[in-house]
């Protein structure tokens, strides 16, 4: 098995280097999840959206309250923010957020088949018509928000606290947050 990617050749208008470029998209599936999930469990792909959707509901709300949200069989998610540090209780305001952000922790299993992984690279033309297929020789290296030696970790010097991963930031501050 392999990761699907889409290189589509599209007209860039913005950026650096405007012009016609290959750019890379996963390979989105939508009622394809539905069916194999029913197919698996015998289920009704019917009922497995709906309890999906119920799920995500539910996962929502319950991140946007700060909690940690397992997804069984992936990992966890939750929100947090990166922020400036300050010395003095005083100086702690709202205005020290300077981004929101959404993180999962892949669990073990996640992380090992993602670098076990092949990628295969699907080429398009602007209309669609595949031009060639490229399947990945890299070492299948991860980024790792838990490992700073895996590419993750701290930037810039920044530090964390409340127990979220991946601090830092470009400007050195601290990433606060709930890790219930």
Not at 67 to 94: E, Q, Y
Not at 115 to 124: E, G, R, V
Request: charged content about 25%; glycine content about 16%.
């Amino acid at each position: 098995m392999a990761i699907k990617v889409i290189a589509q050749l599209r007209e860039l208008k913005i950026g650096k280097n405007p012009g016609k470029k290959f750019v890379m998209r996963p390979d989105l599936y939508s009622a394809k999840v539905f069916q194999e999930a029913a197919t698996h469990s015998g289920i009704s792909s019917g009922v497995i959206k709906a309890a999906w959707d119920a799920a995500g509901e539910v996962i929502r709300t319950w991140a946007t309250e700060g909690h940690s949200v397992p997804l069984p069989g992936l990992g966890t998610m939750r929100f947090g923010v990166r922020s400036k540090a300050v010395d003095n209780l005083d100086d702690v305001k709202t205005g020290l957020i300077t981004t929101r952000r959404i993180i999962f922790t892949p669990n073990v299993e996640v992380k090992d088949e993602l670098k076990n992984t092949a990628i295969q690279i699907t080429c398009l033309d602007e209309d669609g018509n595949v031009l060639k297929r490229v399947t990945s020789g890299d070492s299948g290296n991860i980024e790792d928000n838990e490992n700073p030696e895996n590419g993750g970790g701290t930037e810039n010097g920044g530090n964390q606290n409340g127990g979220n991963t991946g601090g830092g930031g470009d400007n050195g501050g601290s990433q606060t947050g709930d890790d219930d």
